[in-house]
């Protein structure tokens, strides 16, 4: 019988297929393939939410999710386009800030803040 170490290690390496390939899967097919039930994946994903809310509560900022938040942020080092009501740009994305702002490097090498809310920030060949 699968432990749940192995069960949780092979729904992290399936994971991070679907997220690098950017399939989509159904949730149900997730829980019933690797949670015992719906109820013991809403207790994991509640208790990941408070490992990062405390992190988040010591400092009332992002910077010591910073890192590990960069990581997995699917358009660090791309180019990303920015749709923002005075103008559109292109640029690179470095990932995030302390604040949360995405951090896009312009052609002329300076770094503009993009905040939610006020910008839409797509892919340059559709949505990412």
Known sequence: MESD?????????DFQKLKNN???V??????TRYARSYNTLVAEVMEAWE????IFKETLDLRNLREEYNQELVNTGKTVQIMAQEQSYTGTALGIDSRGQLLV???DGSVRQVMSGEVSVRGVYGYV
Do not use: I, V
Not at 7 to 13: D, G, K, Q, S, V
Not at 51 to 54: A, L, T
């Open 51 to 54: 490992k990062y809310y405390d």
């Open 26 to 31: 159904p949730l149900q097919q997730l829980t």
């Open 105 to 107: 490097e312009t052609g």
């Open 5 to 13: 170490t192995q069960r949780l290690e092979r729904f992290h390496a």
């Open 22 to 24: 950017r399939e989509k």
